[in-house]
């Protein structure tokens, strides 16, 4: 069976045909995953047609949102704002719209939903309803998008720190996913409808994370993107590996890995471009030729400043990798000078402070030190891609937007709502699906969040959630979670 | 709504607003807003003013006494806090107000308030006043180990960063004490906070033991009781034996003492509740995760909850009734007359870089609360009135009311927004901590200068702010003369 698919209309028609666990990036973004071997749906066959990669979603009609039914369900009648169902309008006191660089609140709006993507979006007075369309007014409350964790573990068993070799870019936490599970659906009532599920940092590669949708139980609807990301642990937890080895070597067999990994890439890709000799398929080096491809990123446990420097200097600058900083808490955000010049993005958590001294602040002395807030600290720095992770369950995954809170409360300036942007849309760009998720414009997919006030606000409360237009959390219709 | 006069320059008297009795504000929930005020006279320390009849000893009222009164108040501590928004933790909020504490005790506050000679004065342009927040569990925060007499230490960086969180009273060991920064004595408020017992369906045994001890205690009261009916007419009566009965038991049902119970699951709060009603007395439940599912029995046997809003668990897959966790645990506890005074999920504090979950916030587990529906009021008094309640010292703290310690905080919004810091915090009447003093968070937000700050204006703006009943309490007659007399006296000088 051939995969490499030429264009990505083709690559629609056929997604209706892959097997089940293909279908996942390929519904939501239109096809894109059809990338010959990194995900579930290798290709071990001959691929002889050099394969013409189509960029990741960057084109929003090619949204394709599933099917509403469950697997194995019989479907049910679609309601308003799903696929194939009638159009939604919702009405808000605020909507929290998120643009990245764009408008960030529109009051008294209106957002126009149909067959799970965002038709319109606008104040009331500017958007017409049609008048088939279902009317949900939210009252005084506010609605907003999705929220995106790009640093999640609890999607699955927890079987996703295999601490094999040092490097290991050929595990995949997919493997591993539990969809829906409670504590992931606890997440999702709190507002977090994307997450990375990544392995954890026993090595310095631990494998490939996948991006999953939290408010769906079914694996093909969860399931967003595989890979989602390259979980690279530079320094800290690898530490304790069996031979017990320093940053010197980590950074050294690391780089080895990154190196091999783009050699390998870098093989198929002129494979592809000009034909010859078929490369031989290393599977621990699949995950790269998604990676060159900036198909999937490196989500990179990273922190303290001669740390994350070598994110920057070998992964970013010599080799070429596209990779986000995905705890970046200590003092990594002394850096900020040089992840700003990168457009690096920093998803800073699960610490939101630093206290130089670890717990023992040095007050009596003449270097008298202070209790810094980490995204504070990237912000002064003229830091612009931040955003929040808990490292959950570090800190549970219904407490992301407290970690945007603590963000706000110790230094980090909210006055231009960057603490909602850094909740949604740049944890979106970070992870290349901003095409489709993270903030509330015309075209992309209708994750969306019925809240009660200032999301970062512990006061406030989700009442609603709606994916791809679906409704998967509702208080007046169950138990409230959170 | 009477005019407010624009105060300018050094010798502007603290009383700022229109004068309002306050005894009528302390019995009514008052919003009171006060139209714009400027507030530009940076001290008070030159201006004198007439001794007013509150400061009065009733005994020094004659003229004689001028004398001896002098001298002693002279010795008198005063701290004024001068220009801030009030929240008397019952409710009651007035707007641009003074608080006069002398001697470590809240002596007035309201309109009223004249601000004698010598007094600290601090300005607070418009900031909130709270009562002190109290931890009903803490570790770590005095330095030292339990043993608070000669293990405190008074500049330990815990209680300075507890200080910051709004903490003036904590819980160490079973013992009350204030965080009395650079102290070593008088911090103690109560040795002995609660009677801690087990009483766990998992430990039938422990369970019998407790009900004999209550049984046999309950017997020895009654057998008391009837012992000194008895002497009034018998002088030969015999006293009742205590052998074999227990004291803590005897204590508990003589109200003299609270048994707190670490409770969880529904079944362990039922048998609480219900041993609380046979033998009459009214338990502490720490934890109470599945109190929501029978907060009505909760609240019928006067069961107080200690409980963390934000704890999660699932419910035993054994257990038919409904059960584990649930964030609206306090809202509904609340709802069926259960006290509920709220802690955080860590009773210390922690700089590892974790935030949210230990002592520094406090007020961040107060605000879970309300998310799960709890009233803002109720969570306020969740860590402050209702907190002094469960450990017996309410009389002294807990509240913003005439007489109590004056252990306050000064905050830079509402208390329970995750934005707010703290920027004083008082206790017994002296500033211990200072936000612009301390490294740890002066550079956040900062302070301006001066609270002060140029034509800093209180807006009367919104919405209710303004009280009809408060204006009417406002025309009264004196105050126009003294505010007249105030501003010649300051002119003189």
Redesign the interface.
């Known amino acids: 069976m051939r995969h490499s698919i030429p264009t990505q209309s083709f690559a629609r028609s056929l997604t209706r045909a892959l097997p089940a666990a293909c279908v996942g990036l390929a519904a939501l973004l239109g096809g894109a995953s059809t990338l010959a071997s990194p995900g579930p749906c290798v290709g071990e066959g001959d691929s002889t047609a050099p394969a013409k990669r189509p960029i990741l979603n960057r084109d929003p009609n090619a949204l394709a949102p599933r099917p509403p039914a469950r697997s194995g369900a019989p479907a049910a009648a679609p309601v308003a704002g799903m696929q194939g169902g009638p159009g939604l309008a919702i009405k808000a006191k605020k909507i929290l719209t998120a643009e990245w660089q764009g408008r960030s609140v529109v009051n008294n709006g209106v957002v126009l939903v149909k067959d799970g993507i965002i038709e319109a979006v606008g104040p009331a007075s500017d958007v017409k309803i049609p008048s088939n369309y279902e009317i949900q007014d939210l009252g005084d409350d506010w609605l907003m998008p999705g929220i995106v964790e790009l640093h999640c573990h609890i999607a699955g068993a927890f079987g996703l720190n295999d601490t094999v070799y040092l490097t290991n870019p050929g595990l995949r936490a997919s493997s591993d996913v539990i969809p829906g599970n409670?504590a992931l659906r606890?997440g999702m009532a709190a507002g977090v409808t994307t997450v990375l599920y990544i392995p954890g940092s026993g090595t310095n590669i631990g494998g490939q994370g996948i991006l999953l949708r939290s408010g769906f139980d079914t694996f093909e609807r969860a399931e967003i993107r595989t890979p989602g990301s390259m979980k690279l642990a530079q320094a800290g937890n690898p530490e304790r590996w069996t031979t017990r080895p320093n940053r010197s070597f980590m950074n050294w067999n690391t780089r080895n890995t990154l190196r091999r990994g783009k050699t390998y890439a870098d093989k198929w890709t002129e494979y592809e471009k000009n034909g010859g000799e078929r490369p031989e398929i290393n599977p621990q080096f699949e995950i790269f030729r998604a990676l060159m491809a900036n198909m999937a990123q490196i989500s990179t446990h990273t922190q303290i400043y001669q740390v994350a420097l070598k994110t920057i200097t070998d992964v970013h600058d010599e080799l070429g990798i596209p990779v986000f900083i995905d705890h970046g808490?200590?003092d990594t955000w002394r850096l900020g000078k040089l992840i700003e010049e990168r457009e690096i993005f920093a998803i800073v958590g699960?610490?939101?402070?630093?206290?130089p001294t670890?717990?023992f602040?040095n007050?009596s002395g003449s270097n008298?030190?202070?209790?810094q807030?980490?995204v504070?600290g990237y912000q002064e720095m003229g830091v612009t891609r931040i955003g929040f992770n808990t490292d959950s369950p570090?800190?549970?995954q219904e407490?992301l937007q407290?970690?945007a809170?603590?963000g706000?409360?110790?230094?980090f300036d909210n006055s231009k709502m960057d603490a909602v942007r850094g909740l949604t849309i740049v944890p979106a760009m970070a992870c290349g699906l901003d095409q489709s998720i993270g903030s509330i414009e015309v075209g992309k997919i209708a994750d969306l969040l019925w809240i009660t006030g200032d999301p970062?606000?512990?006061?406030?409360?989700v009442k609603e959630v709606w994916q791809s237009g679906e409704v998967v959390y509702d208080i007046s219709e169950e138990k409230?979670?959170? | 709504m009477k005019q407010l006069q624009s105060i300018e320059g050094p010798g502007a008297p603290a009383g700022l607003a229109g004068r309002i009795s306050f005894l009528g504000l302390a019995s009514s929930v008052l919003l009171l807003g006060a139209s714009a005020i400027s507030l530009t006279g940076p001290a008070l320390a030159s201006y004198s003013p007439p001794t007013p009849a509150a400061f009065q000893d009733e005994e020094d009222d004659s003229e004689d006494a001028e004398e001896g009164k002098k001298e002693e108040e002279e010795d008198d501590k005063f701290l004024a806090l001068v220009g801030g928004e009030i929240h008397t933790g019952l409710g009651g909020v007035l707007r641009n107000a003074t608080l006069l504490a002398k001697n470590g005790k809240i002596h007035s506050f309201g309109y009223d308030v004249d601000v004698p000679e010598g007094a600290e004065v601090v300005d607070l342009g418009g900031m909130r006043v709270y009562p002190g927040l109290i931890a009903v569990s803490s570790s770590g925060l005095f330095g030292g180990g339990g043993d608070l007499a000669n293990s405190v230490d008074p500049y330990s960086?815990n209680m300075t960063l507890a200080l910051a969180a709004g903490i003036t009273t904590a819980v160490n060991g079973n013992t009350v004490a204030k965080l009395k920064r650079g102290h070593v004595k008088g911090l103690v408020v109560k040795e002995d906070a609660f009677e801690s017992l087990s009483y766990s369906n998992g430990n039938p045994q422990g369970q019998l033991k407790v009900n004999e001890n209550f049984q046999r205690a309950s017997e020895y009261l009654r057998e008391y009781r009837a012992y000194e009916e008895e002497k009034r007419s018998n002088k030969d009566a015999k006293e009742p034996s205590r052998k074999g009965v227990d004291d803590k038991s005897v204590s508990i049902l003589r109200g003299e003492i609270r048994p707190r119970f670490a409770a969880n699951s529904r079944t362990d709060l039922m048998e609480i509740a219900e041993l609380a009603q046979r033998f009459g007395f009214r338990p502490i439940v720490e934890g109470a995760r599945e109190g929501w599912t029978i907060a009505d029995h909760l609240g019928r046997a006067g069961v107080t909850a200690i409980v963390t809003p934000?704890t999660?668990r699932?419910k035993d897959e054994r257990q038919v009734a409904e059960g584990g966790s649930?964030?609206?645990n306090a809202a509904k506890l609340y709802q069926h007359g259960v006290p509920v005074v709220v802690v955080p999920a860590s009773n210390g504090i922690?700089?590892?870089?974790?935030?949210?979950q230990d002592l520094l916030h406090l007020p961040?587990e107060a605000?879970?609360a309300?998310?799960?529906g709890l009233p803002e009021q109720a969570a306020l008094e969740s860590i402050t009135l209702e907190a002094a309640r469960v450990l017996g010292v309410d009389y002294r703290i807990g509240s913003i009311e005439v007489g109590k310690d004056a252990d306050l905080i000064v905050t830079d919004g509402d208390l329970?927004?995750?934005?707010t810091?703290v920027q004083w915090a008082i206790v017994d009447g002296e500033i211990v901590y200072d936000k612009q003093e301390e490294?740890?968070?002066?550079?956040?937000?900062p302070r301006p200068e001066s609270a002060l700050a140029p034509e800093k204006t209180v807006d009367a703006g919104e919405e209710g702010a303004i009280d009809p009943e408060g204006e009417e309490e406002d025309g009264d007659g004196d105050d126009d003369d003294e505010d007249e007399d105030e501003d010649e006296d300051s002119e003189d000088k």
């Open positions: 409670e606890l808490t200590f699960p610490r939101a402070i630093d206290v670890r717990g602040i007050w008298p030190e202070r209790i807030g980490c504070a570090v800190i549970p407490e407290l970690q809170a603590m706000v409360r110790y230094g970062a606000d512990p006061r406030s409360f409230r979670l959170w | 960086q934000r999660r699932g649930s964030i609206e922690s700089l590892g870089g974790i935030v949210g961040i605000g879970f309300i998310r799960g329970l927004h995750y934005q810091f490294m740890f968070f002066a550079h956040i937000r």
